[in-house]
Structures are given as C-alpha cells and as structure tokens.
C-alpha cells in the first residue's frame, strides 16, 4: 500500500485528466455521436426496409384474398344466375305446357259438345226422315196392298189370326 | 486472408522484436550470476517506472562509459513560477539541472530540490526528506498518452467521416471497429445500463474502452511505455467512474445506500455506512485490478525472460523463451480483458445508479 | 510468534484462487447445460472472478 502512495505521481495524474476528458469531449463530438447515429439510421432504415416488406407481403396476400374472395362470389353470382334461368325455362315449358292442355281440352269439351249435337240433330233428322220415309213406304205399301181384294182379306185373315193367338 | 496473416505476423514480430531489444539491454554486462539476477530485478523495476525521458536502450561501451539511445522529453516544474527544461540536463539521474539559479536532482524517477552538489538527505527509512516541487513534465508516459490520445482522434473521427462519405457504411479501419463499438453498445451498454438511460454513458465507456485497451497494447510492444501500472492513470479513470456514478445517482440509488427498504430498522442502521463504503471500494478496486493486472503481467514477462539470461543454457533459456512467449500472448488477452472489465464494471455501477426498481 | 503478512497474503491468494476455480467451473458446467446461454454466463463470469481478483489484489498490496 506504501508503495502505491510513492507511486503516485501528481504530474501524471493532471496529465491523465486532462487528455482524457479534452479525449472524451472531442471523440463525443467528432467520432462517437457521428458514428452512433448514423449506425442507428442504417439499422433503423433496415428494420423499416423489413417492417414495409413484411407489410408488402401482408397487403398482397390481402389483394389475393380479396380476388380470391371477388372470384368466388362472381362464381357464386353466375351459378345462381344460371340457376334462375334454368327454373324459369322449366317454368316456362311447364306453364305453356299446362296452358297448352288446358285449350286442347277445352277444345276437345268443344268438340264433343258440337258433336254431340250434331249427332243427336243428325239422329233426330234421321228419325223424322225415317219416320217420313216409313210413312210414305207405308203408304205405298197401303196403297199397293189395299188395290187388291184377296190380299186386303188375307191381311184381315192374318192379323185376325195373330189377335187371336194373343 | 491477406491482412490476417499479415496483421499476425506484424505481432508475432513485434513481440519478438520486443524479446530481442530486452535482451541486448542485459547482455552487456556478463559477470556472476547473483550480480546479473539483482540486475534484471533493477531493470524490471526500472522498467515499470515512469521516467523523464525516452529510453529505448543503454548498454555499457568497451570504454566503461554507459550508453543510452533515445530522446530527453520536457520537464515542466512549478517551483514559485514555471520551470520548462530538457530532461537532457540531468543526464540520466548522473547530473543536477540548474535552472534559474535553483537546483534539481532526478533521484530514482523523481525530481527533488536539491543544492548545487545535490546533495539528498534522508529521514530514518531511507527516504529523501529534501523538497519536492510540483511536477508536470511531459514524462515517458504523458507521451504516450498523448500518442494515444492523437491515434483514437485520428482513428475515430476517421471512421466517422467514413459513414458520411459512404452513405451510413463504414469503411476500411470502421469495417473493424465497427463490430467492436456495436459489441460495447449491445453487450456491455444496454444490458447494465438499461435501454432508457444508456445513450448518455456510451461517450465516456467507448472512449475507456478503446482508450485501455489501446494503451495495454502499447505497454506489450518493446518500446516499454506502461501508462495504465501507474496508479495515478488507473487512479484518474476509477476517480471519472465514481464520478458519474455519484452523479447520476437517482433517489433511488441513495435510498438503497442510506435506508435500505425491506429490511428491519435495526440492519438498515448497520447497513448504511456498510453500503455507502462500498461505493468507495468499487471504484477503489477497479483502481486496482487495472493496475495490479498489467503490473503483474509485466513482472512476471520480464522476470522470465530475464530468466533466459540467468540460465545461459540452451534448456533452460528456450524453456524459458517459450514459457514467455506464450505468456506474452496470454497479456494480449488481457490487455483486452482488462479494458473489457473495466468497461463492463463501469456500465454496471452507472446501472445500478440509474436503476429504477418497482416496490419490492 | 507473529504470524509475517505476506502468509496472510498467500492465504487470500489462495482463497481467490479457489474462487476463481469455482466460478470456472460452474460456468463450464452451466454452458455444457444450457450452450445457449453461453454469452450470459460468460459475462456474469467475468464479473465475478474480477470481484473476487479485486480482493486478492487489495491482499497482495496491503502487504
């Protein structure tokens, strides 16, 4: 400990002080601060380099789900679309089908109606020509069968005989 | 790859350039092995001292005559008015400087007040008892301080231009400081000091890093300048530590000093001046590890390299070769280390000063 | 009989060496767990054996 008390030497001591802080004071103002900041921007642009390609990277998978995404409802749109039309076809065909059954039956109602008219004013004018025909037939027959004497009493004879089988 | 290999062998050089020059000091004198023991012991001591002038090498010329090469460097006293000289007047502690009618002796690395003989009187321990004035030389390691303070001034401001120049990349020298200024930042600034509060120490422990650092280097290489085994260098960086420290206490550090919380009233009145001596011994014993650390180093390299003198056989002195060689590449570890610790220490008691604790 | 300061030195030299050892170890031991962590436990390791070297030093120069 003694020898470290001669050791002392009070020159170096004021030396040693003032080198060092006139050192620190100039290396903080030409070296130290210069160096520590610009190193601090270099690494600060590095990080924001990395932070805006990650960012980048976000935003295009964002852009690519959001296409995804405008892809899927355009898919969706077009099949709904394509559905819609396809019921209507259906519908269409059906509508015009039923419609088109409906007049066919009406018609034919129609026509069995006509026919059926013209079928009972057919019958009830061949009846009336039949009975006029018949009429006339028989009176020709009459007419033929009444010009004879023998033959008016045959008849007589036959139907007398019919009568009295009855 | 090229630099690597280059970098390292420029290392490998100077450490062996370093063996080389320690060598040729001792070399001169060949006589009984006593004799050369107790002269690699006044070598090393004189090696760890600081001295007035730069001395790169002396040795003994066939005419007896003690030869030295290097250059004096400034002495500067404050002895009632200042007094600049060459620390050639002393001729190596041989001679007494006049100056200004007073007379000055450089008596075992220190300058006393002495008369026109110089003569030294001494108290009962054989310490020099005569009047000391107030010394400011520029001195073997002021120089190297201000080398160092020169080399990371050039160094740094440099490396700053380069990110201006580069758009915010460095260049050359920063491609290698770089790493290590980020290492201090991330792994010693922000894990002790805090995120909040970091930014304000990084000045002062970038430039104690480096600073440290640099300086052991220089102690390693053989121009034998050891600024950080004085302890009035290590004295002044613990000293701007505690500092700070105290400063930027916030009331919460003082509590923790003064009233400990959650503990009973009784401890918290042992524990105060406890706690509050502590905040002495921690920048005492960064003091001291710096110091004590690199002192050590040094004794024991050039202990054993003058080892390789004591034994002047060929076993032996390769032996020893070896052994401090691979210790001298053990003290290029520590002078990182130690620079580390240093550092590392600072940045937690300024955490500990600005810590912000949640009720416990 | 006065026990000289430099063994006094020699013990705490001793203790801080055991420290040390301990702290090595355990460190080696926690990193073989958990290499993960291998720059955590470096530094708290660092730390504590340059307390503990604090204490010795203080030993070896109050002699």
């Given at each position: ?20 802080i006139?050192?620190i004071l100039?290396l903080k103002k030409?070296?130290w601060k210069?160096i520590l900041d610009?190193?601090n ?126 | ?183 201090v930042r991330?792994?010693i600034a922000r894990p002790n000091i805090g995120e909040k509060h970091y930014k304000r120490y990084m000045s002062y422990l970038l430039t104690v890093f ?30 701007i530590t505690?500092i700070i420290t105290t400063v930027s206490g916030n009331?919460?550090y ?89 550092t590392?220490?600072s940045a937690l008691y300024f955490g500990m000063a600005v810590e912000e604790?949640?009720?416990? | ?63």
């Amino acid at each position: 400990m003694e020898k470290l008390f001669e050791d002392f030497s009070l020159g170096l001591f004021f030396w040693q002080a003032v080198l060092f802080i006139a050192l620190i004071l100039l290396l903080k103002k030409f070296a130290w601060k210069p160096i520590l900041d610009s190193v601090n921007s270099r690494e600060e642009g590095i990080k924001n380099a990395l932070d805006s390609a990650e960012k980048a990277k976000l935003e295009m998978q964002n852009l690519q789900a959001d296409n995804e995404k405008l892809l899927k409802e355009a898919r969706l749109e077009r099949e709904a679309m394509l559905k819609e039309a396809r019921e209507m076809k259906a519908k269409m065909i059906e509508d015009a089908k039923t419609d088109a059954k409906e007049e066919a039956n009406k018609l034919i109602a129609a026509a069995q109606a006509s026919i059926e008219t013209e079928k009972k004013a057919a019958i009830a004018e061949l009846k009336s020509q039949v009975a006029s025909l018949s009429i006339e037939i028989a009176e020709k027959v009459v007419r033929e069968e009444l010009s004879n004497k023998d033959k008016q009493m045959k008849l007589v004879e036959s139907m007398l005989s019919e009568a009295t089988l009855n | 790859m090229r630099r690597k290999i280059t970098v390292k062998t420029i290392t490998l050089l100077l450490l062996l350039v370093s063996f080389v020059t320690y060598g040729q000091e001792e070399h001169g004198h060949a006589d009984s092995g006593s004799d050369r023991a107790s002269e690699v012991k006044a070598y090393i001591q004189h090696h760890l001292k600081d001295s007035y002038d730069f001395n790169l090498f002396s040795w003994t010329a066939d005419s007896g005559e003690e030869k030295h090469f290097g250059f004096p460097l400034p002495v500067i006293l404050w002895d009632g008015g200042l007094k600049v000289f060459s620390s050639s007047k002393f001729h190596h502690g041989e001679t007494v400087a006049e100056v200004d009618g007073n007379y000055y002796k450089n008596y075992h690395g220190k300058i006393y007040k002495t008369d026109a003989e110089g003569t030294i009187t001494y108290d009962n321990e054989h310490h020099a008892t005569n009047e000391k004035p107030l010394d400011f030389s520029i001195t073997k390691n002021v120089l190297l301080i201000m080398m160092v303070f020169a080399i990371m001034f050039f160094m740094f401001s440099r490396m700053a231009k380069s990110y201006k120049k580069n758009g915010g990349m460095p260049k050359g020298m920063g491609r290698f400081l770089e790493p290590i200024v980020l290492y201090v930042r991330d792994e010693i600034a922000r894990p002790n000091i805090g995120e909040k509060h970091y930014k304000r120490y990084m000045s002062y422990l970038l430039t104690v890093f480096f600073f440290v650092w640099i300086v052991n280097l220089f102690g390693l290489t053989p121009i034998g300048m050891n600024v950080t085994n004085n302890i009035a260098v290590t004295l002044c960086l613990a000293l701007i530590t505690y500092i700070i420290t105290t400063v930027s206490g916030n009331k919460n550090y003082w509590k923790h000093i003064f009233w400990m919380p959650g503990v009973p009233v009784p401890m918290k009145i042992i524990l105060a001046p406890i706690e509050l001596l502590g905040t002495f011994i921690k920048p005492f014993a960064l003091m001291i590890r710096l110091y004590a650390n690199i002192t050590a180093g040094h004794v024991v390299i050039m202990s054993i390299i003058g080892m390789i003198f004591l034994f002047q056989n060929w076993l032996g002195s390769g032996l020893s070769f070896l052994l401090a060689f691979v210790l001298a590449i053990l003290e290029l570890l520590v002078a990182a280390l130690q620079a580390y610790i240093f550092t590392v220490l600072s940045a937690l008691y300024f955490g500990m000063a600005v810590e912000e604790h949640d009720h416990h | 009989m006065e026990i000289p300061a430099i063994v006094g030195a020699g013990l705490v030299v001793i203790g801080a060496g055991i420290g040390i050892g301990k702290i090595g170890g355990s460190a080696m031991e926690a990193i073989a767990r958990q290499p993960e962590a291998t720059g955590k436990i470096q530094t708290a390791m660092l730390i504590a054996a340059a307390l503990i070297e604090g204490i010795g030093f203080a030993a070896l120069f109050a002699v």
